[in-house]
């Protein structure tokens, strides 16, 4: 057993672990955050603000945009939040189809954080890249006893 009293394979799983935990902060802090956007496109037509300094999620996509379409891409943002955490939760139980997931949705995106102009998610996806590749090797091979 190492120093640390966790047997090896546990600690084999903590990138998985991690890269769950850092999706769903980030899930928590900018998917959820496209409920009050929503909200406001459907009561004003507008993007909201953010404590007066920005409008939220107003990139080179809003430009020009109708509110409409606003909302669209809003909505396809947060589904695309929600199923970046279920394949978050997959890795985190050791499926290898849900860091295969992971590994496709992270390109979408970013497509979207440039889109919407977001800059704090992208160093959230280089950390989520990173423990996603490391936890590579583990998903789909840890034992049934560890994916609980």
Known sequence: MPRSGRPEAERAALPARAF???????????????????????????????FGVFRMLAG??????SPSTLLMLTAGFFVLTLTAAWAAWLVRHGSRAGAVLAFVLLPVEAL??????LPIPWLL????????????????ARPAALRS
């Open 20 to 50: 769950a935990v850092v999706t769903w902060v980030y899930v928590a802090g900018f998917g959820s955050a496209s409920v009050p956007v929503a909200a406001s496109l459907l009561e004003s037509g507008q993007l909201p603000s953010f």
């Open 60 to 65: 080179p996509w809003s430009v020009g945009a």
């Open 112 to 117: 979207f954080w440039y889109g919407l102009s």
């Open 125 to 140: 996806g280089v950390a989520r890249l990173l423990l996603l590749v490391a936890a590579w090797r583990t998903v789909g």
